[in-house]
């Protein structure tokens, strides 16, 4: 946890990534497979402890570590934070540059995390994204058409910006 980058374009992004994937598999009892199912409205993060509720209807609750860099409700706040991007005015790009690598010194945002979109509530928790250049929308469609959300908004389309997760049902 603590080697992992939480901010730099786009090391920030597979870093704050896999920050909540091991928060997620090591403090929950959900299986990998469902983990993979996982939407953004079936996190719930509040009062420094996140709640997920699985496919069953049972909540499984991360707490907060006293050091920010290994908190789990932390690492889940900043992903959702990038996953919610697409429906704000700012560039993921530009807000990873811009990012400051999380420390020990570091607020804890999962005491008091920033509002979402709604509309975030409905994309995979975690996403099918890869820093190769080879993800694709879950379903199916070409990434110009369909995953526009993780491309920078004021400028031209990127062949090396992966795609945004499919905001429909994520597919097994
Ligand atoms: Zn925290």
């Known amino acids: 946890m603590r080697l992992l980058p939480s901010s730099g374009w786009i ?3 597979f870093g704050r990534r896999d920050r909540a994937l091991l928060a997620v598999a090591a ?3 959900i299986p990998y497979r469902q983990i993979a199912q996982l939407t953004v409205g079936q996190l719930r993060i509040a009062d420094g ?3 997920i509720t699985d496919s069953a209807g049972v909540d499984h ?3 907060s570590s006293a050091d920010p860099v290994l908190c789990g409700p932390c690492a889940l706040v900043r992903w959702r934070r990038l996953l919610n991007i697409p429906h704000t005015k700012t560039r993921m790009s530009d807000f990873l540059t811009d990012a400051k690598q999380v420390t020990p010194a570091s607020h804890h ?3 008091q995390p920033k509002p979402i979109d709604p509309r975030t509530l409905q994309v995979a928790l975690f996403p099918p994204v890869d820093q190769w250049d080879t993800s ?3 379903d199916g469609r070409s990434p110009p058409t369909r995953c526009r959300g993780w491309y920078d908004r004021r400028k ?3 062949p090396r910006i992966e795609c945004f997760p499919s ?3 994520p597919q097994p």
């Open 11 to 13: 090391a920030g992004l």
């Open 27 to 29: 403090s929950t009892q």
């Open 49 to 51: 402890a996140a709640t």
């Open 61 to 63: 609750v991360l707490e």
């Open 109 to 111: 945002p999962c005491r």
């Open 136 to 138: 694709r929308c879950r």
């Open 156 to 158: 031209p389309a990127s």
């Open 167 to 169: 905001t429909s049902s």
